[in-house]
């Protein structure tokens, strides 16, 4: 008879895992961890056979699993395409039609990628990550597991994010290290103990000092960094000189500053403020110590946050290998040039540098659904023309491989005979 039938077991709850090709071995390791706990895991590898409609079978998983988990990485950041971000979309599609307190994303950080300023969609930010390094199990994800594994549905209270700047990406994409925090002001001190705070203040102002430095960007450290040595040995030589030569006015550098802006009646915007300071401060005497190098390296510029850091990268590695016998080939001309700025301009700052050749570069800003481009410019000022230009995808060009080709192109350059009177 029908009710001597054991009931049917009820149906497993399933987890759809999304993950990146790269991230396939931490995929594998939720798995089975979340299978272990009594769950349906589900994995493109696993479940598709050969001749199935594959996008329809996965739009058919996401709309029916019980748990979305998303997992993110270093890869899903730097990678601008993938499938697995049609899945995102797919399941934040879904959460649409629930109620806000329905636990159905479950996201999965699997490095120490940041949640501040990640690449995913907006509703994952809406609740709690869980951080397993390389996908392994851990306390936190077995508690998870069981949870899942019993229903629950209730979603977890999202903790407030950690405040601060988007994450900086280093070489290969990886995370670079975060700058130091600013130093808290000490204490007033106690009757008594006025000694060890003028101490503390001290070595607050230090700490602060050198806070500041590491939050500015790499190409302004850089440049204020040469400019600081220059002018430190251009003032022990002065200062030891019996003959020195008078030292020019307020309004003589103001002027020597003007003719390296081309314009003077630019305002000077964002980073250009800082850096119009630091020539003010020190360009003058700078460039009279680096004038006379084989080529006068205006600091490559681009559009945007990740446009800046690619120009930079190729900037710095573009100065190391530019060198002879351990000494720097180049003079820096401060201000990055204009994207609007004619031929002429770039010209007359190697000129002015007495250079033989003056190299700029720029990243584009990208169409919709293209890469950004890099250009590169080369100069020769006895000719004043244009004599080499390149230009290089962002996304297919790593900044490593773009500084050697054009360190190639410069030294071939440097090795030919100068022209007559040059």
Request: aromatic fraction near 8%.
């Amino acid at each position: 008879m029908s009710g001597d039938a054991p009931d049917a077991p009820p149906p497993l709850h399933s987890v759809f895992i999304s993950y990146s090709s790269a991230d396939r071995a931490a995929a594998r390791a939720l798995r089975d961890t979340l299978a272990a706990a009594g769950l349906e895991v589900w994995l493109d590898e696993d479940e598709l056979a050969g001749g199935e409609a594959w996008d329809a079978k996965l739009r058919n998983q996401i709309r029916t699993c019980t748990y979305f988990m998303p997992v993110i990485s270093a890869s899903t950041e730097t990678r601008r395409e993938g499938y697995f971000r049609r899945e995102w979309k797919l399941a934040v599609e879904r959460t649409l039609d629930m109620a806000d307190d329905v636990m159905f994303l479950v996201p999965v950080v699997i490095d120490d990628t940041r949640d501040v300023g990640a690449r995913v969609p907006e509703k994952f930010f809406t609740v709690q990550w869980l951080r397993l390094p390389g996908g392994q199990a851990t306390p936190a994800l077995a508690e998870l597991a069981e949870r899942l594994a019993k229903g629950d549905t209730h979603i977890e209270a999202r903790s407030a994010p950690e405040p601060g700047p988007l994450p900086r990406k280093g070489k290969a994409g990886k995370p670079a290290a975060e700058p130091p925090p600013f130093p808290k002001f000490p204490d007033y001190p106690e009757h008594g103990r006025q000694g060890r705070f003028a101490y503390d203040l001290v070595l607050w102002f230090g700490h602060l000092v050198h806070s500041l430095w590491c939050h500015l960007p790499r190409w302004l450290r850089v440049v204020a960094a040469v400019f600081i040595i220059f002018n430190l040995i251009a003032w022990i030589f002065r200062e030891s000189s019996p003959a020195s030569p008078p030292r020019r006015n307020k309004s003589e550098i103001a002027d020597q500053v003007k003719k390296s802006l081309g314009d003077p009646t630019r305002p000077p915007k964002g980073k250009d403020k800082a850096a119009a300071m630091i020539e003010s401060l020190v360009g003058a005497t700078a460039a009279a110590i680096q004038s006379g190098r084989p080529v006068t390296l205006i600091p490559f510029s681009g559009h945007g946050d990740t446009a800046e850091n690619y120009a930079d990268k190729v900037f710095a590695d573009l100065c190391d290998l530019l060198q002879q016998d351990g000494q720097p080939l180049w003079g820096v001309s401060p201000l990055p040039l204009n994207p609007d700025a004619n031929d002429a301009e770039a010209i007359a700052r190697g000129r002015q540098m007495k250079s033989r050749f003056v190299l700029a570069g720029h990243v584009g800003t990208p169409l919709p659904g293209q890469t950004a481009i890099f250009t590169v410019r080369l100069f020769e000022i006895g000719k004043g023309e244009l004599i080499w230009k390149e230009t290089f995808e962002t996304g297919t060009h790593d900044a490593a491989t773009v500084a050697r080709r054009i360190a190639e192109e410069v030294n071939k350059r440097l090795e030919s005979e100068p022209p007559a009177g040059g």
